[in-house]
C-alpha cells in the first residue's frame, strides 16, 4: 500500500560462505551437468555453508557490514527483525542470538517466517515501527543456510540452493523525497504444500520413522511453483507501481528474488522491463531464500547501478505461498 512512510536505508551489507559450490562438483554427485542446469535455472555455481557455518553466521557478518556503512553502532539500534526459515535452533529466534551476538542492547528482537519473501517482509514490518515513531533506528536481515533443509538427492531441487544472509538498517528518511514509497504483501495459504518440510513440527515431530523417511528435508513442486511465480511477480510490480503512482518505465532497477532465471526473464519479458535494468547474480550465488534480495540490492549498491535519486522495486515470493515488494527512492 502507499503511505506516508518516510524510512529510507541507511546502510546494507553482506555475509556469504567462501566455499563455492560450482555445476560441475554437482555433476559428480548427480546425474546432472553444467549445461542442464544453466539451461534449467541460470545457475552456474552457489556459496554453500562450512560446518561450522550457520545462519547466525552469516547474519551477524552481514549486519556488521550494514551498520559500518551506515555510520551506526550496535547500541543505536532499537529493533532487529529477521526473515529466516533455517534458524539456528527452534528456539530462541535468530534475532535474540543475533542481539547477543552483536552487543546491542535489550532491543525488541524478532523473526518473520515467510520463506524467499522473509526479508521483504521483515523490512516492511521493521518500516512500520520507524512511521509509528516506536523505532528510529532498526536492523532487518535476510538470512538462510538452505543446503541443511534441501534434498541433496534431489536433481531438480538441490542444485537451486545456497547459503547466506543480507541486511539494511532502516532509519527516518532525510527527506520526503527518499525512502519506502510503496509496498505489497500477501499470501495464498491454499498452495502451502507446494514447498513444504513434512517432519520437524507439532504435527509430525522428529522420530526414527520421520529420520529414515528423509521428512526433514524440503519438497517442492517445481513447476507449479513455476507457473505461480511467473504470474504473481508480474502482478507484484505492476500493482506497486501503481500504488505509488510510479510508470514502471521510470523504475532505475528490479531487484527481484533470485529463484530461477527463466522466472525472471519471463515474467519481465512480458512486462516489458529489459534486462539491463534488472539485477541479476543467481549465475553466482544461487537461491539463498531469504537473503536473496538483501544479498542482490547491496551488490547492486557497490556496484553502481543504484545511485542518489533511483527508483528500485524489491520483489519477493516464496514457501507459504507468499509475495513481496518494496518501491524505494535511493
Known amino acids: 500500500m502507499k503511505v506516508n512512510w518516510g524510512v529510507e536505508v541507511a546502510g546494507s551489507g553482506i555475509g ?136 541433496m538427492e534431489d536433481r531438480q531441487s538441490a542444485i537451486l540452493f545456497g547459503d547466506g544472509a543480507g541486511a539494511v538498517v532502516l532509519r527516518p528518511s532525510a527527506s520526503p523525497e527518499t525512502g519506502i514509497l510503496a509496498t505489497r504483501m500477501g499470501a495464498d495459504g491454499g498452495r502451502a504444500m507446494l514447498i513444504w518440510v513434512p517432519a520437524g513440527g507439532s504435527r509430525e515431530p522428529a522420530s526414527l520413522r520421520t529420520v529414515n523417511e528423509r521428512l526433514h528435508v524440503m519438497r517442492m513442486k517445481g513447476r507449479d511453483v513455476y507457473k505461480f511465480a511467473v504470474s504473481q511477480m508480474q502482478a507484484v510490480i505492476l500493482d ?50 531469504a537473503a536473496s534480495v538483501p544479498i542482490a540490492f547491496h551488490e547492486a549498491r557497490a556496484e553502481g547501478r543504484l545511485r542518489r535519486g533511483d527508483l528500485a522495486l524489491l520483489v519477493a515470493f516464496g514457501a507459504g505461498l507468499t509475495w513481496s515488494s518494496v518501491l524505494l527512492r535511493m
Not at 548427480?30 to 555455481?45: A, C, K, M, Y
Open 16 to 151: 556469504v560462505p567462501e566455499r563455492v559450490m560450482t555445476n560441475e562438483d554437482w555433476a559428480q554427485r548427480l546425474d546432472t551437468s553444467d549445461e542442464w542446469i544453466v539451461q534449467r535455472t541460470g545457475i552456474r555455481q552457489r556459496r554453500w555453508a562450512a560446518e561450522h557455518e550457520s545462519t547466525l553466521t552469516f547474519a551477524e557478518r552481514a549486519s556488521r557490514a550494514a551498520l559500518a556503512q551506515a555510520g551506526v553502532t550496535a547500541q543505536d539500534i532499537d529493533l532487529i527483525v529477521c526473515g529466516t526459515i533455517t534458524p539456528d535452533h527452534p528456539l530462541p529466534s535468530t534475532s535474540c542470538e543475533l542481539q547477543a551476538a552483536l552487543g546491542c542492547g535489550w532491543v525488541p528482537a524478532f523473526d518473520v517466517v515467510a520463506a524467499c519473501s522473509g526479508f521483504v517482509y521483515a523490512m516492511i514490518t521493521a518500516a512500520q515501527y520507524l512511521v509509528t515513531g516506536m523505532s528510529r533506528c532498526a536492523l532487518v536481515v535476510g538470512a538462510d543456510c538452505l543446503t541443511r533443509v534441501c534434498d
Open 240 to 289: 506497486t507501481a501503481r500504488d505509488a503512482g510510479v510508470d514502471l518505465r521510470d523504475v532505475n532497477l528490479l531487484v527481484p528474488h533470485q529463484s530461477n532465471l527463466r522466472i525472471i526473464e519471463s515474467a519481465c519479458e512480458k512486462l516489458g522491463i529489459p534486462p539491463e535494468r534488472v539485477f541479476i547474480n543467481i549465475d553466482r550465488m544461487g537461491n539463498t531464500s
